[in-house]
Antibody, heavy 125, light 107 residues
Framework: QVQLQESGPGLVKPSETLSLTCTVSGGSISNYYWTWIRQPPGKGLESIGY???????NYNPSLKSRVTISVDTSKNEVSLRLSSVTAADTAVYYC???????????????????WGKGTTVTVSS | DIQMTQSPSSLSASVGDRVTITCRAS??????LNWYQQRPGKAPKVLIY???TLQSGVPSRFSGSGFGTDFTLTISSLQPEDLATYYC?????????FGQGTKLENK
């Protein structure tokens, strides 16, 4: 059974770069999309972006200028970097596997079927 | 971005009740709609994708319906473990935006 585990510093200073790693165990990183989602305290869910195992990415335009998502297939890891952080970036950060359901139409269906437990990141000096 | 609006934002219900949560998209998204359940302190869990397809392992008391801009999640007979926050998410176009959530509480 595939499991995801987020890791990284729980405290980041304003203006610095947040760096997190998602380690995939119990299965291969290949042939899937991997996504990062965050949830500020007491608030809802926000998609940060996703990466295919080949390295192609798609970022939320609201964060695109500050986000980098990468994949290391040899380590079964997906990484997130978010630069120039502020207090507004304080959140629980989740990684999740994004699966594709092939549709008869021109668009496929996507949803997240496996999630990590999440890691809390606080931005504060 | 497509805006997703859920109603109500919170809901009080009793065990055994039939519960319905609605989700409205700011533009047509066909059937590209997912529902997630998030228990307190836990990661979200997918319940339904493609508006009405039940994810494997999810109890049959959960069902989804809708097309275009209006969708519903129904719990036919509320169980204690269903007290959680529910989110809809559109997967029609990126970014795949979420609704603000509906918190289901015990009456």
């Amino acid at each position: 059974q595939v499991q995801l585990q987020e890791s990284g510093p729980g405290l980041v200073k304003p203006s610095e770069t947040l760096s997190l790693t998602c380690t995939v165990s119990g299965g291969s990183i290949s042939n899937y999309y991997w996504t990062w989602i965050r949830q500020p305290p007491g608030k809802g869910l926000e998609s940060i972006g996703y990466i295919y195992y080949t390295g192609s990415t798609n970022y939320n335009p609201s964060l695109k200028s500050r986000v980098t998502i990468s994949v290391d297939t040899s380590k079964n890891e997906v990484s997130l970097r978010l630069s120039s952080v502020t207090a507004a970036d304080t959140a629980v950060y989740y990684c999740a596997r994004r699966v594709v359901v092939i549709s008869a139409t021109s668009r496929n269906y996507y949803y997240m079927d496996v999630w990590g437990k999440g890691t809390t990141v606080t931005v504060s000096s | 971005d497509i805006q997703m609006t859920q109603s109500p934002s919170s809901l009080s219900a009793s065990v055994g009740d039939r519960v319905t949560i609605t989700c409205r998209a700011s533009q047509s998204i066909s059937k590209y709609l997912n529902w997630y359940q998030q228990r307190p302190g836990k990661a979200p869990k997918v319940l339904i994708y493609a508006a009405s397809t039940l994810q494997s392992g999810v109890p049959s008391r959960f069902s989804g319906s809708g097309f275009g801009t209006d969708f519903t999640l129904t719990i036919s007979s509320l169980q204690p473990e269903d007290l959680a926050t529910y989110y809809c998410q559109q997967s029609y176009s990126t970014p795949h935006t979420f609704g603000q959530g509906t918190k289901l509480e015990n009456k």
